[in-house]
Nanobody, 115 residues
Framework: QVRVVESGGGLVQSGGSLRLSCAAS????????MTWYRQAPGKQREYVAH???????GYADSVKGRFTISRDNAKNTVNLQMSSLKPEDTAVYYC?????????WGQGTQVTVSS
C-alpha cells in the first residue's frame, strides 16, 4: 500500500503563484511516475503534469510554461510550482502515484484563483 498526501492549496489572486506538494509513503517502488490531475466543479478530472522516476516531466497544454513539476526521489515527494495563475485553474488538485499496474491517489487539495 502507498499513502499519498497533497498539501499547499489555498486562495490566490489571478496572476499569483502557489506551490503544491505531494508526499508518497509506504511500499514505494523506485520505478514510479507521479502525476497531478485537477477537477473543477462540474467538470471531469483532467491531467495536469507528470514526472517520471528519472525526472522527465510532461505537461498539459493548458499549463505549459506556467507550471513546473519537480521531485525529490530521496523524500518521495513531488512539487508543482504554479505561476501566472488564472481563474480557470481553480480546481481540486490530486496527486497520483503509479508503478506498474498499481496506482494510488491522494485526497486532493483545493486551489482557488480569484479574478
Amino acid at each position: 500500500q502507498v499513502r499519498v498526501v497533497e498539501s499547499g492549496g489555498g486562495l490566490v489572486q489571478s496572476g499569483g503563484s502557489l506551490r503544491l506538494s505531494c508526499a508518497a509513503s509506504g511500499s514505494i517502488y523506485r520505478l514510479n511516475t507521479m502525476t497531478w490531475y485537477r477537477q473543477a466543479p462540474g467538470k471531469q478530472r483532467e491531467y495536469v503534469a507528470h514526472i517520471t522516476d528519472g525526472g522527465t516531466p510532461g505537461y498539459a497544454d493548458s499549463v505549459k510554461g506556467r507550471f513546473t513539476i519537480s521531485r525529490d526521489n530521496a523524500k518521495n515527494t513531488v512539487n508543482l510550482q504554479m505561476s501566472s495563475l488564472k481563474p480557470e485553474d481553480t480546481a481540486v488538485y490530486y496527486c497520483r502515484y503509479s508503478s506498474g499496474a498499481n496506482s494510488y491517489w491522494g485526497q486532493g487539495t483545493q486551489v482557488t484563483v480569484s479574478s
